[in-house]
């Protein structure tokens, strides 16, 4: 393990390398425990550097076996290696260079799954951010850019398969039981995009016809017998492809995409040149095995790493700190693609619940740091839903900002501008405002300034002039006590009485455009006249801003808003701030020992949406879904009781069950689907709705009998999954419940991907016995305590997703965390560090349980022996 080395990162510290790289041609001699590398690099020093500056190449682990200068042998004066550090001195002025750099490595014994290692045979490679380094002696940075030779040697039996990034060269046996292949990748590219697979693997093949008539190869390899559940993706791939042509006027720019899935992998998936390298669980599907959920996942992830070919790979990070330049960037694009296949209010809603779940909590805690940071101790770390989500609502705001057509301009002279490029965030911004004559300088702050701002809202109506107060504040965060206030474009209209949308005579205050009002100051006062009665504000619609609001509403407004507004997405918001005051008083009133109540009002409002067949069955299902624990939580702000948020919203559930007991008895017949299975984002959202609606019928009847039914009767895995978990959650105790894991343990007892489902369900179970379950199942046959997948679905569920579970008022489910992270540590840090993360609200929980959460953290941090990762985590979340 490498442990900590305390080394600060700072973005002002940024100055490009001495040496300017000009090729790589890499040889690899594979062998599972004992791998030799050579790599031929040619550099030069760059125009005006010092003589004396030797060229430092960086290493992880390593051991120099090897190192020639213009293939004649270095002598040992001329040159320092250490593990993490190569130097070498006395190199010419100007003159090209070649170094051949010879390492040894073990992929079997590489269990942080970061540079080469083997997952169930194959060899395989992560290298973002830094695990080239771990593979050889490099500049491994993302600024230093070249094109790579790729030579593999490999045993024939063992290795049909040996591939790497760009175009195939070549390859054949070449001698008794020894195979090899070559790949030339002509696109310049930083080390992070390497990637290397070889192993016996099945593929499916299909073909792509670009917008310029060129001929695509599309290759998708997975473990063998696993063809058939490739096909997805595959279709994925291909309407990704079309989508960034027609969206973007992106074309892809190799003979063959490749994408390999493996059952060993830290993250989701990686968008290495020309192959992809993806966690399995993202690209495996078929009725039986995928819910709906993942299938929009698969289709999501497959296309944001093909969107990386433009964004990211043609156009690369400088340094780290702009990480955001891509993966924001990025995940604005699968958004986008998302919403254009399916439906895109519903797609909005979804991304807002994971935004508030997910970054609003992380921006308010201890973790919270800029969408741009400019410091870090392991760039791992800042893998983040800051760096991701909330990087993709910046360039949304600035879609919003400038209108489609203000940021297509800035993105074509981004792809212009800055194609072949490690580029920041600064080069970003300046081609919007280039392209569109506008100063983003205020705007920019939102890639600066951390914490989630607050806005908030007074009005009033006289006569015919409708007046909006707004202020705004941000948060202090870890290293940012003072704030600028921040360019906020908010959505608004005003809604008349029978629903229509005012179109006010005159507007001051501010700047609008369309319907969007520009708050820019710390306070501001916009005056609309021409209003002729007075009108219901919707404001913030579409989630136009990552922000949170502070409005008074009355539930007549928002009633009114619930029923008539044209933007969707606000409609479940008035839901959503319908249901949270009723669900703030449940905690209360459970916590009291009161019996819960609720406004009848709200019930109404959402039933009446629930059955108003106008309305998508998904947006229906979205608005039953009400806000999650943790969305009361975060909520409530302060000395969370998660006992009793869940008690209370599981009263609340109740209520609305009991009310609606009719109309969701209709919906279970309403929302069958006769035929054959279909993952389209209609057909999901009749099952969203329907199990929705069985989930409701089961509180009210009190009995495991209607889900032991639907789990009898599921044919896809949508409904089996939540049949099993409406046993499991609701009714744990039951036979029915017992019956139905064992079931599904024994039908898909070849599935690993599955079993993670029945890991997941059982890990989520609230209540106490949670932790006793989860222990004991990490002593079950199907448990691997060495497989990202395995660990995330029942340590990571656990954690994240069990909140009355995990935060025992006895604080066990702490103490079991902090034994499982100093287990996890030594094998495979940025696991270990990610899964802590899960505690990172816990100063928001009531003394008692947050002083156990502190002694669980601080018996980490005196662990011996930390590493970076975790180290990096445990001490921010204490500072
Ligand atoms: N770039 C990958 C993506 O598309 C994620 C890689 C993260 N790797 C890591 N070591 N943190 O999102
Ligand atoms: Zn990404």
């Not at 063809?227 to 997805?232: I, K, P, Q, T």
């Not at 807002?352 to 779940?357: A, C, D, E, G, N």
């Not at 520009?518 to 006062?525: A, F, I, M, V, Y």
């Amino acid at each position: 393990m490498r442990t900590d080395t305390g080394q600060i990162v700072n973005l002002a510290d940024y100055r490009p390398t001495d040496f300017v790289l000009e090729r790589v041609d890499l040889t690899f001699e594979l062998d599972p425990t004992n791998t030799k590398v050579d790599a031929r690099l040619i550099f030069h020093r760059r125009e005006g550097v010092d003589l004396k500056a030797p060229l430092v190449l960086d290493g992880d682990e390593l051991k120099l076996s090897g190192l020639l200068f213009d293939q004649r042998e270095v002598p040992a004066s001329q040159y320092d290696a250490t593990p993490e550090l190569l130097t070498i001195r006395d190199l010419p002025a100007e003159a090209p260079f070649e170094i051949t750099v010879t390492t040894y490595i073990n992929p079997e014994a590489n269990t942080q799954l970061m540079g080469l290692y083997r997952t169930n045979g194959i060899y395989c490679t992560q290298c973002e951010a830094e695990g080239f380094r771990r593979i050889t002696y490099f500049p491994d940075r993302p600024d230093v850019l070249a094109p790579y030779t790729i030579t593999i040697i490999g045993d024939k039996a063992a290795n049909p398969v040996m591939l790497s990034n760009g175009n195939f060269l070549g390859g054949a046996g070449y001698d008794e039981g020894r195979a090899f292949a070559a790949w030339f990748d002509p696109h310049p590219k930083p080390s992070y995009l390497f990637a290397l697979v070889a192993g016996d693997l099945g593929v499916i093949e299909d073909k792509f016809v670009t917008m310029s008539e060129r001929e695509v190869t599309l290759k998708i390899y997975v473990e063998h017998g696993k063809e058939d559940r490739a096909s997805y993706a595959m279709d994925a791939l291909k309407r990704s492809m079309k989508w960034d042509e027609e969206r973007f006027g992106r074309e892809y720019d190799l003979d063959i995409f490749q994408i390999v899935a493996v059952s060993d992998f830290n993250m989701g998936a990686m968008e290495n040149k020309g192959l992809n390298v993806f966690n399995d669980k993202y690209v495996l599907a078929d009725p039986a095995t995928a819910t709906d959920q993942d299938y929009a996942n698969i289709e999501a992830i497959i296309a944001h790493e093909y969107f990386h070919n433009w964004t990211g790979n043609r156009i690369t990070c400088r340094d780290w700190f702009q990480l955001c330049l891509k993966e924001g960037l990025t995940v604005y694009r699968d958004h986008e693609f998302s919403a254009d296949m399916r439906s895109r209010p519903v797609k909005r809603i979804a991304e807002v619940r994971h935004l508030k779940s997910e970054q609003f909590p992380e921006d308010a805690g201890p973790l919270a740091h800029p969408v741009r940071p400019t410091v870090y101790r392991e760039i791992n770390n800042f893998y983040t839903t800051t760096v991701y989500e909330k990087g993709s609502e910046v360039t949304r705001m600035i879609a919003t900002l400038l209108g489609a057509d203000g940021f297509k301009a800035g993105m074509d002279l981004y792809f212009e501008r800055h194609d072949g490029d490690a580029a920041t965030v600064e080069n970003f911004v300046k081609c919007f405002e280039d392209a569109n004559g506008r100063d983003l300088s205020q705007f920019s702050r939102w890639y600066h300034q951390a914490g989630t701002p607050l806005v908030s809202v007074s009005t009033a109506y006289e006569a015919d002039k409708f007046t909006l107060t707004l202020e705004q504040t941000v948060p202090a965060t870890p290293g940012q006590t003072t704030k600028e206030p921040m360019h906020i474009p908010l959505s608004f209209a005003l809604i008349l009485d029978n629903g229509s949308i005012a179109e006010p005579a005159s507007v001051s205050g501010g700047e609008v455009t369309g319907d969007v009002l520009h708050l820019t100051e710390r306070s501001q006062t916009f005056v609309f006249t021409g209003i002729s009665s007075r009108p219901v504000l919707s404001l913030n619609r579409s989630f136009s801003a990552p922000i949170n609001l502070s409005f008074d509403q009355t539930t007549e407004d928002l009633v009114h808003i619930a029923r008539h507004d044209s933007d969707l997405f606000s409609r479940w918001q008035a839901l959503t701030d319908l249901a949270l005051p009723n669900l703030i008083k449940a905690t209360s009133d459970a916590r009291d020992g009161k019996p819960v109540t609720c406004d009848q009002a709200f019930i109404a409002a959402l039933l009446e949406a629930t059955a108003d067949t106008k309305l998508e069955p998904a947006f229906r299902a979205q608005a039953l879904a009400l806000p999650s624990e943790s969305d009361i939580a975060r909520e409530l702000g302060c000395n969370n009781n998660p006992d009793a948020i869940h008690d209370g919203r599981q009263a609340v559930l109740a209520l609305i069950a009991e009310a609606g007991r009719d109309t969701f008895l209709s919906l279970t017949e309403e929302m069958r689907i006769e035929g054959a299975f279909t993952p389209d984002a209609a057909s999901a959202g009749k099952r969203a709705l329907r199990n929705s609606a069985l989930g409701y019928l089961a509180l009210a009847e009190n009995t495991p009998a209607r889900a032991a039914e639907a789990f009898a009767k599921a044919d896809n895995m949508t409904d089996l999954a939540q049949a099993l978990t409406l046993l499991a959650h609701r009714f744990p105790d039951s036979t029915e419940a017992k019956d139905a894991l064992d079931t599904f343990a024994k039908r898909f007892a070849d599935n690993p991907l599955v079993i993670d489902k029945w890991f997941l369900i059982q890990a989520t179970i609230p209540g106490e016995d949670a932790l006793a379950r989860v222990k004991a199942l990490m002593e079950n046959e199907r448990f691997n305590a060495s497989n990202p997948n395995r660990v995330r679905s029942l340590v990571g569920a656990f954690a994240f997703s069990n909140a009355t579970g995990f935060n025992r008022a006895d604080g066990e489910g702490y103490g079991f965390l902090a034994t499982q992270i100093l287990a996890i540590d030594p094998k495979n840090p940025q696991l270990a560090a990610r899964i802590l993360t899960s505690m990172r609200s816990w100063r928001s929980l009531e003394s008692a349980r947050a002083d156990h959460a502190r002694d669980a953290l601080m018996e980490i941090e005196r662990a011996p022996q930390l590493s970076t990762d975790v180290r990096d985590i445990v001490e921010r979340m204490l500072k």
